[in-house]
Nanobody, 120 residues
Framework: QVQLVESGGGLVQPGGSLRLSCAVS????????MGWYRQAPGKQREMVAS???????SYADSVKGRFTISRDNAKNTVYLQMNSLEPEDTAVYYC??????????????WGKGTLVTVSK
């Protein structure tokens, strides 16, 4: 069984920083890609950042220069460092992992989300 657990969300003032973590556990043969998504009230879920094979990264235009995604394969963990946070960054942040199971299937899994609130 594969499980994703996010942590690191909370309340922060504008201009502050947070680091989100996503730990993946279970029977996994290899990772194809991992990423972070967010969903604000009344809006659709959007991609924030992703990291794929070869450590290729991609970011939404709204967070370029402020957010950094990284991966620690030894710990099966992906991180999202968020700097210069703005009120518009307030949302529930979700971790997604695309993996190859021991049987050969390629599957994606989602965490339950962690809330980030940027406010004075």
């Amino acid at each position: 069984q594969v499980q994703l657990v996010e942590s690191g969300g909370g309340l922060v003032q504008p201009g502050g920083s947070l680091r989100l973590s996503c730990a993946v556990s279970g029977s996994i043969f290899s990772f194809y890609a991992m990423g972070w998504y967010r969903q604000a009230p009344g809006k659709q879920r959007e991609m924030v950042a992703s990291i794929a094979g070869g450590s290729r990264t991609s970011y939404a235009d709204s967070v370029k220069g402020r957010f950094t995604i990284s991966r620690d394969n030894a710990k099966n963990t992906v991180y999202l460092q968020m700097n210069s946070l703005e009120p518009e960054d307030t949302a529930v942040y979700y971790c997604k992992s695309v993996v190859r199971a021991p049987g050969g299937d390629v599957l994606d899994y989602w965490g339950k989300g962690t809330l980030v609130t940027v406010s004075k």
